[in-house]
């Protein structure tokens, strides 16, 4: 039996490319900047983190959309092929939420899975709803639960057992820094 963590584990990050500051309608702005070079080694040293630590998860479940990234490098990174992905809506903008964060269809049917050890993979734990939203979920379907994030903010209300880096500030991913092919 995998022991429990009692406190999360960060890596070193590599030197920084960020934080950058912009000026965004006449307002100085401070964000960090991940590359796509950058979250190869992110996600690298993630796995790291949870190999190191001994948990071998069964599965990875990804919080799409930001997290399935994240849960492919790592299931790759740890050789778990079981991976699932879960459709969450919470963010609708930069710092812009809905309500509460809404768990989307198709709702993965966590059947038989009881002795399982599951590490969810997300790619920021910002307020933490959205984790907490997704811990709930499993609850009592799966026999441990874990969380692999890239960053994790100050406010998370969710303290993630194995996370890349901290930070305050505003992320920009490679994956959704640029505008949308189709509008």
Request: aromatic share 8%; proline share 6%; with cysteine.
């Amino acid at each position: 039996m995998s022991r429990r963590i009692t406190k999360a584990r960060s890596a070193t990050p590599i030197p920084s490319e960020s934080p950058r500051r912009f000026t965004i309608g006449g307002v100085d702005v401070e964000r960090e900047i991940l590359s796509w070079e950058r979250f190869g080694v992110a996600a690298r040293a993630l796995a790291q983190l949870v190999h190191d630590d001994g948990y071998q998860p069964d599965l990875v479940l990804s919080i799409a959309r930001g997290g399935m990234l994240v849960g492919a490098a790592l299931g790759y990174a740890l050789s778990v092929k079981n991976t699932w992905t879960m459709n969450v809506e919470f963010y609708t903008g930069i710092d812009e939420r809905l309500d509460v964060p809404m768990i989307l269809p198709p709702v993965p049917e966590l059947i038989d899975l009881d002795s399982a050890r599951m590490l969810i993979a997300d790619d920021v734990a910002d307020t933490g709803e959205t984790l907490a939203l997704v811990k709930e979920f499993c609850a009592g379907k799966v026999a441990e639960v874990r969380c692999a994030v890239l960053y994790e903010k100050p406010r998370t209300i969710v303290p993630c057992e194995y996370v890349w880096t901290r930070t305050d500030l505003w992320i920009d991913f490679p994956w959704s820094a640029g505008a949308a092919v189709i509008a």
